[in-house]
């Protein structure tokens, strides 16, 4: 079956959102709060988040990218985060994964980015592989977050 990638369209939301779900549970996560109203809002509206790139075949989602722009004080440039990357199992070792990240690799060029910079589950074996043999490396760095409640709380400390 032949396949393409495209930048992601306001209407491919809901393929988008499915996507993202799938993700979220092959990782062993709830579903996750995302809609397609989000991915309208934040992805097109007048204040874009984020770029999404869609592979697809016969009007079918087979996979997609999510990133945005980022910078780095280390290199003084700019560059992209790549927050998702996702194929579907059944659509894995065809190129589509590679030809997504080239995808955004050209995007991240096109912006004057320098580097293109992600995190990957440690338990994520065979994504860890993937990268690697598409020239990524490893880098020693743990990953910290906020998350809503220890958020909030930070942010108004009374």
Not at 14 to 19: F, G, K, Q, T, V
Not at 78 to 96: A, F, H, N, S, T
Request: include cysteine; charge should be positive.
């Amino acid at each position: 079956m032949p396949w393409i990638i495209r930048d992601a369209r306001a209407d491919d939301a809901p393929a988008i959102i499915a996507l993202v779900h799938r993700l979220n549970l092959d990782e062993g996560n709830p579903p996750g709060p995302m809609t397609a109203d989000d991915f309208r809002c934040l992805g097109f509206g007048a204040q874009q988040r984020f770029r999404t790139l869609l592979a697809e075949a016969e009007g079918r989602a087979l996979g997609y990218a999510l990133f945005y722009p980022s910078y780095d004080t280390d290199s003084a440039a700019k560059g992209c985060y790549l927050q998702d990357l996702y194929v579907l199992p059944e659509m894995r070792g065809r190129g589509i994964g590679r030809a997504l990240m080239a995808a955004v690799a050209r995007a991240c060029r096109a912006d004057g980015g320098r580097y293109l910079f992600w995190n990957a589950l440690e338990r994520n074996r065979a994504g860890r592989a993937f990268y690697r043999r598409i020239g990524a490396r490893e880098e020693p760095v743990v990953t910290m977050s906020l998350q809503p409640d220890a958020l909030q709380r930070l942010a108004d400390p009374a």
